[in-house]
């Protein structure tokens, strides 16, 4: 039953950030920024009565997220401002994040080891 909760809030939340989106495209994109999903994640994981040590490992973990999504947006947003269609924008922005991704795993380990 909880489960079901965490989907309805999660899905209004997401399905009035996109309306607003719709009628207002940059200030949805400034909202959609937000770290909602990770918020809500955190609240969830909280509420289920996760270990505080493991929520921090999922915070950290998103901060390790963050660059490659910042080039993957980069990506999507460059792609269509040049009119590549939606679908190929999309890809080359997620081939963008798990090139990203890599390096920075590959990267990390060797400065590390």
């Known amino acids: 039953m909880f489960a079901i909760v965490k989907i309805l809030i999660s899905a209004i939340i997401i399905g009035v950030i996109t ?41 950290m973990g998103v901060v390790w997220g963050l660059p490659g999504t910042v080039v993957m947006l980069l990506i999507i947003g460059l792609a269509l401002k040049y009119s590549i269609h939606l679908f190929a924008s999309l890809g080359l922005g997620i081939g963008g994040w798990l090139i990203f991704y890599f390096a920075q795993d590959f990267i990390v380990k060797h400065l590390y080891n």
Do not use: M, N
């Not at 989106?21 to 959609?32: D, W």
């Not at 509420?47 to 493991?54: L, R, S, T, W």
């Open 19 to 59: 309306e607003f989106s719709r009628r207002y495209p940059e200030q949805g994109g400034i909202i959609a920024a937000l770290p909602i999903v990770s918020l809500l994640s955190i609240l969830w994981l909280y509420a289920q009565g996760e270990q505080i040590d493991k929520i921090s490992k999922f915070a």
